[in-house]
């Protein structure tokens, strides 16, 4: 079904986990009665269990399990600097986890909730420095896949949970990807839906006297504008003062050279392109029209934004393996899923704009 990549092994050495857990066998568990109990009483018993949501599969741990949160950091081989979001399936659980619920937070858990969005708030003495890496804040999600709420229900604890990717490959947005990347290294493997919307939900850090997106994704400055009645920015400075440290991190970028164009002019495109296959490249143009682009690899993007990020981090994965150089163009937007697709381009071309 799936083919396990066993060189990673290499690149992520796992010896702790190996030694603890010789021959851990994954297990590949289905949305029914008993499968769903199982998977609330692994993580209930410290275990890993890799669950759907509507932006990405998530490797989820017990919160309040200090051990199971590290292992998240030794089985994906993350940072331990860079905090986990904790994720619940009932609004009430926010008090559980915050100290502090200000009228904006408020205004978002009553309105928004449940959404592909994480707040940041002040948090409780319950949730523990390995979660939040010391800060005094707290990340909080309610998603909307009642796949992931049927999940979470199960474990009937709040579960911490990054991507289910090992650190520095895209996230996964099917569980075939997930079972790629961390099967041997996990429990279990919720096998759920595919994602519906494909990136990261939106970080809105309302811990602060001003709401700052410090994460774009579906829910947009916009909407959350007219919600609060007052300005949300988005953070664009990865270096600012603001406690944002997971866009500290280099985002995923695929294997092989990539850039990005702003203005999807075909000429321009494909000139690029010519070039680059007169340099020796077997290049593809990602483009939202591909149609433009006749007797040259293209692969498409999707016309509608939605559609370019459900398939963005499927799509890196299948054309790092096809092309040895991607030229992606996109149209810039300032709204919404637009911006959080955009974020994930320019980083995944390490900022190289044509
Ligand atoms: P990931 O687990 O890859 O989805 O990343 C989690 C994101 O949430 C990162 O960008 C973190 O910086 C952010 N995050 C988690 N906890 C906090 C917090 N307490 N304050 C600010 N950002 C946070
Ligand atoms: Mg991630």
Not at 212 to 231: C, D, F, T, W, Y
Request: hydrophobic letters at 40%.
């Amino acid at each position: 079904m799936f083919t396990k990549i066993t060189s990673y092994d290499k690149i992520y050495p796992y010896d702790f986990w190996s030694r603890r857990h010789k021959n851990l066998k994954t297990r590949y568990l289905q949305f029914n009665k008993k499968d769903m109990a199982l998977a609330g009483e692994l993580i209930r018993r410290g275990e890993l269990v890799a669950f759907p949501t509507e932006t990405v599969y998530g490797l989820g741990a017990n919160a309040f399990d200090e051990q199971a949160v590290k292992n998240t950091y030794l089985a994906k081989g993350r940072p331990s600097d860079n905090p986990l979001i904790v994720h619940i399936w009932d609004k009430s659980q926010v008090f559980d986890i915050a100290r502090e619920v200000s009228q904006d937070a408020l205004k978002v858990i009553e309105n928004v909730m449940p959404a592909p969005i994480t707040i940041v708030l002040p948090k409780k003495d319950v949730i523990g420095d390995s979660i939040t890496a010391g800060l005094d804040t707290v990340a909080v999600r309610m998603p909307l896949s009642v796949q992931a709420r049927e999940f979470l229900h199960s474990a009937s604890v709040p579960v911490t949970a990054p991507s289910a990717n090992l650190s520095g490959r895209p996230s996964p947005t099917t569980w075939q990807r997930v079972a790629e990347d961390m099967d041997g290294r996990i429990s279990a493997v919720l096998c759920g839906d595919d994602c519906a919307v494909g990136i990261e939900s939106t970080v809105l850090d309302l811990s602060r006297d001003e709401p700052v997106i410090l994460r774009p994704g579906a829910v947009g400055a916009k909407q959350l504008s007219e919600l609060l009645g007052k300005q949300v920015k988005i953070l664009t400075d990865p270096n600012s003062k603001v406690n944002s440290p997971g866009v500290r991190y280099k985002h995923y970028a695929p294997n092989v050279p990539m850039v990005l164009d702003l203005s999807e002019d075909a000429t321009k495109l494909a000139e690029f392109y010519d070039a680059k296959v007169k340099e020796g490249y077997h290049p593809v143009l990602w483009v939202r029209f591909p149609e433009r682009f006749s007797g040259k690899n293209v692969y498409p993007m999707g016309t509608k934004i939605d559609d370019a990020a459900h398939g963005l981090y499927e799509h890196m994965r299948i054309l790092e393996r096809t092309y040895d150089f991607i030229i992606a163009s996109v149209c810039p937007s300032d709204e919404g899923l637009g911006v959080g697709v955009l974020d994930k381009l320019v980083r995944a071309s390490g900022h190289n704009l044509i």
